[in-house]
């Protein structure tokens, strides 16, 4: 059976290198020792290693040092290598007179001195293995964020069907439309570019704005025909037009209004969309006045905040705010 690093969890790991560290131990004190007493002195020296390690690592560092009582942390230090020492020279020496010498020697606090610096020695690569724990876990959420990635793109993919097909025959149909009915040709129009935009576009990284923008105006003026009285919309708009965005991103809010937002029968739905660019951040708000039993917003909503996730990590903000009067949903992206 073949194990990779990958595939292992963090536990697994530390497992790993302690049964190392532990041979490790035990092959090199054997010549001298010979197996029973070899086995003794690496139990010991293990279970020493992992005192001061996991205590500095697992409590002192993280309860003491970075919540700003370095004073503290430093007597701490002290205190737990002097504890750890002296158990360790105790228990050698008490074993070691107990089961392996004919000779009795006293125990002496002069013992304790030198395994201090063995000790120390360990504090300080008690960090090297803090640092490595560290680094592993972030390979491993490294590799999980681009692996969810991969399965987004290849869903996409799967969802082109066809493209360049319906494309000539949308093609055909809006030359039909053309003459005889200008406005149905203009909604055929639109369609189009919604669906090569979803196309060509929406697997890039990065599209300008502007092809974003444009998208969102072409869905909202399919989806007006669909209502009895058009919504009235007021879409403000301050940024770069050469600013780049990743495509698909300012969909979920407009169609989450349209499908959750709007009462057909009403005169008077209202929809307020602000896209701005400041101070190194691109702001979207996307305002609809209250339905009555809105309630539900679907997966779009949870799906653009795993995006946004994917995307930039903990660099965004992303909120949700229904009132009696309205519903808003705002993100914050940064832009460098």
């Known amino acids: 059976m073949n194990i990779t690093i990958e595939k292992l969890t963090t536990t697994q790991l530390q497992w790993l290198i302690w049964l190392a560290v532990t041979l490790i131990i035990f092959i090199s004190l054997l010549p001298m020792d010979g197996a029973a007493q070899s086995a003794m002195y690496t139990l010991i020296n293990t279970i020493f290693y992992a005192v001061v390690i996991y205590g500095n690592i697992s409590l002192l560092y993280p309860k003491l040092y970075q919540r ?21 020279a105790y228990l050698s020496w008490y074993l070691y007179y107990e089961y392996f ?22 504090f300080i690569l008690s960090f090297i293995f803090r640092i490595a724990l560290a680094y592993f876990e972030l390979k491993k959420e490294n590799d999980a964020i681009l692996l969810e990635k991969s399965k987004a793109e290849l869903n996409l993919l799967k969802s082109q069907v066809q493209p360049h097909f319906l494309f000539n025959t949308l ?23 919604i669906m090569r935009y979803i196309v060509d576009d929406s697997v890039k990284d990065k599209v300008a704005i502007e092809k974003e923008v444009h998208f969102l105006e072409n869905y909202i003026g399919l989806e007006q025909i669909r209502l009895l009285h058009k919504a009235e919309l007021d879409f403000i708009r301050q940024y770069d037009p050469n600013l780049q965005i990743p495509p698909m991103l300012l969909i979920t809010f407009v169609e989450n209004i349209f499908k959750h937002g709007i009462d057909k029968s009403s005169t008077c739905n209202k929809i307020q969309l602000k896209l701005v660019q400041e101070n190194g951040f691109l702001h979207f708000t ?22 946004l996730t994917l995307l930039y990590a903990k660099s965004y903000e992303m909120t949700i705010k229904q009132t009696e009067d309205s519903f808003t949903a705002y993100f914050k992206i940064p832009l460098n």
């Open 286 to 307: 996307a305002v609809n006045s209250a339905v009555k039993k809105q309630g539900g917003t679907g997966s779009g909503l949870a799906n653009l905040g795993q995006r």
């Open 68 to 88: 700003g009582y370095q004073f503290f942390y430093g007597v701490s230090v002290f205190v737990l290598l002097a504890v750890a020492g002296l158990g360790r």
């Open 171 to 193: 093609n055909n149909i809006y030359y039909q439309a053309y003459v005889e009915a200008p406005e149905t040709a203009i909604l055929i129009e639109r369609l189009a570019e």
């Open 101 to 122: 010498s004919p000779q009795y020697k006293p125990f002496q606090i002069g013992m304790v001195l030198n395994l201090l610096v063995g000790g120390t020695l360990t």
